[in-house]
Every structure is written in C-alpha cells, then in structure tokens.
C-alpha cells in the first residue's frame, strides 16, 4: 500500500516536507474541510507565502486572515486557525504539542484534525478517519451498515486503527495517507478502478459502489435573502457579520422587509442544507447607519473580506451600473 502511494500519489504542495511540519498541516487539513484540493492548492501557496509560520500567522490582524481566506467560505476556519496560531505562541511558548489531547485542545481543531496533525506530523497510530478512509475500509470489510451514525464511526474507527503499525514499528503516517490517496483516486465513491487497487485482494465487497451506506440526506431548505443596493457619492453601503459563521465579514444590508418586483441582480447559492435565493434591490439611503453598517468606498472593495456571494451580487451591480472600482474586484 505505501508502495503505490510512494509511486502513484500525488505532489500537493503540502506534502513536501517529511516529516511534515504541524503547522503545514493544521492549515492544510483546515483549508480542505468542505473544499476540493483543486481549490485549496492556489489558496495554500499563497497563504504559506504570506503567513508562513504560526508566529506570522499569530502577530496578523483578523482582517488580513479574513481577506487571504476570502472565497474559501466557512470563515470560521480561519478564524480558528488565527485563534490557535495565538495560543501556540502566546500559550505553549511557540512549540506544537504532540499530545493529541494537547492538539485537540487547539480551537477548531476535532478529533478528526488533530489525528490528522499526530499522524502527518507525528507519525501517530491516529488514523484520520475522513470520508476517503471511511469509505475504503467500509469496501474492505463490506461494512453493510450505515456509516453516518455513532456506532457506525465507531465501528470504522476501530477496523481502521486495527491496521495501524505501532509507535516503534513506524509507518503509520504514510499508510493513513495512502489510505486516503487510495480513496481519493482509486476508490472513488462512483466508478471505482479496482482492477488498479493495490489492495484488491484483501478486499470483500462484491458491489463497491453500494458502499459505503448512508443515511438519507436532510432535506433541502428553501431561503430568501433580501438586501438593499445604496451607492452614494462612490461609497457603497454594506453591513458587517457578527453571526458566528460570517463574523467580520461585509455583506450588503440586508432589507428588514421582504421585497417584490424585479431585483437588480438575483442569485442563488447552497449554504449547510439550505438554497439562498440572494436578490439586492435598489434601496433608499438610511438616515441613521446601524452600528455595524459602513460606507465602504468602491476602490476599497478589494481591500475587504466579503462573502463571496455578495461579492458575486457587486460585481453583477458594479458592472451592470458602468461604476469603476480602480480595479477588479476578483
Ligand atoms: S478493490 Fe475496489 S472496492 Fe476494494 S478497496 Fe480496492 S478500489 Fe476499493
């Protein structure tokens, strides 16, 4: 298995290194939660170019942390990567700790994460179990059971540490990442190439693509979000977040009555299991700004964090209107 990992997997940037530094993995790790690597790959050099260790990271401004993450969403993560950069410096006096439970104590940081980190960095039996090593061991063993419950982590998680090689054997690492190479690129969730796999004769499933099983999904909620379009003088009107998901970001203000009509731009964009129909309409200048509203000046929209769905609605805005930013707002 490490073999056809050595051979046939991937160069991802945050991979080069061995061992491999913690904090090139709690940020990769972070950044690939709910995100394909396609997309982390570009966001993970430049962040490494402008925060390339926890002490960088640790002495920015949440704006700067904000703004490089900006497009990325689920902004709690950099948040909560800024937040651990902070307690490893200013708590644990710059040195990453090796103790899972230490690492678990990290914000944002789960059990998944910090099996991650342990392992990775640590090479620690402390297998990540990820929906790539999920599915590849439910295949192995034809775990016929749904894989999305409690007992069912459970299950996995014990087959999965079974396989581990100890401490003082060493290893441990390199098979966790071959396992999930192997999921990643052999073991596909549709169409898997076993007559490729490495591990075909161990494994028992009959029909893998059965497996793994899950429960239904929930489901999907329909939302209207209404926001108000208010330029005045070159400036436009945006409100900052304070919700825990979108703290310290702009988004345009939201209107407190629901709107009709034809919207100026309309668009629609997934959010948890949730389908937010955004549509801005044009709206009267306040008397009063509420305290987390702003004028922001157009050529400064660049310089912000904003969700990148109302950063999609200002663009439509900016362009459909002929109003000029200094430069492109991407
Ligand atoms: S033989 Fe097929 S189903 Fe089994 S682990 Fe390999 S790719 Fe997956």
């Known amino acids: 298995m490490t073999d ?3 051979d046939c997997g991937r160069e991802l940037p945050w991979r080069t290194d061995a ?4 904090y090139r993995v709690l940020v990769s790790e972070l950044m690939l939660q709910q995100t394909q690597v396609a997309t982390v790959i570009d966001y993970y050099q430049r962040w490494m170019v402008r925060f390339p260790d926890f002490a960088t990271l640790a002495a920015a401004s949440e704006s700067d942390v904000l703004h490089a993450w900006q497009g990325l969403g689920y902004y709690s993560r950099a948040r909560n990567l800024h937040a651990a950069a902070r307690v490893v410096i200013d708590k644990m006096g710059g040195v990453f700790p090796q103790e899972i439970e230490q690492i678990r104590s990290l914000p944002g940081v789960g059990p998944y994460t910090a099996a991650a980190i342990a392992t990775f960095a640590f090479d620690q039996p402390t297998p990540p179990v990820d929906g790539n090593i999920i599915r590849v061991t439910a295949r192995l ?6 894989v999305d419950t409690a007992a069912g982590g459970h299950d996995l998680r014990s087959i999965a540490q079974q396989w581990q090689p100890s401490l003082e054997e060493g290893g441990a690492g390199m098979l966790n990442e071959a396992l999930m190479e192997l999921g990643a690129l052999i073991c596909t969730p549709r169409a898997p190439r076993c007559s490729a796999c490495p591990v075909r004769l161990f494994c028992q499933v009959q029909e893998p693509e059965t497996l793994p ?12 979000e209404h926001c108000g379009w208010i ?7 945006l409100e900052q977040q304070t919700g825990k998901r979108w703290r310290g970001m702009w988004k ?5 009555e629901p709107h009709s009509g034809e919207p100026l731009a309309a668009l629609r964009y997934p959010f948890t299991n949730h389908r937010v129909n955004l549509a801005v309409f044009p709206a009267t200048t306040p008397l009063f700004l509420a305290e987390n ?3 922001i000046p157009l050529e400064q929209l660049e310089t912000i964090a904003i969700t990148a769905p109302h950063r999609r609605a200002l663009n439509q805005l900016i362009a459909q209107q002929g109003l000029t930013t200094g430069s492109t707002l991407d």
């Open 4 to 6: 056809w990992f050595l």
């Open 19 to 22: 061992p491999r530094d913690p």
């Open 141 to 146: 063993c034809d775990y016929r059971k749904p």
């Open 213 to 224: 099983i899950k429960r239904p999904p929930p489901k999907t909620v329909e939302l209207d």
């Open 231 to 237: 330029v005045h003088q070159g400036r436009v009107l």
């Open 252 to 256: 345009l203000p939201l209107l407190t």
């Open 293 to 295: 509203q702003q004028w």
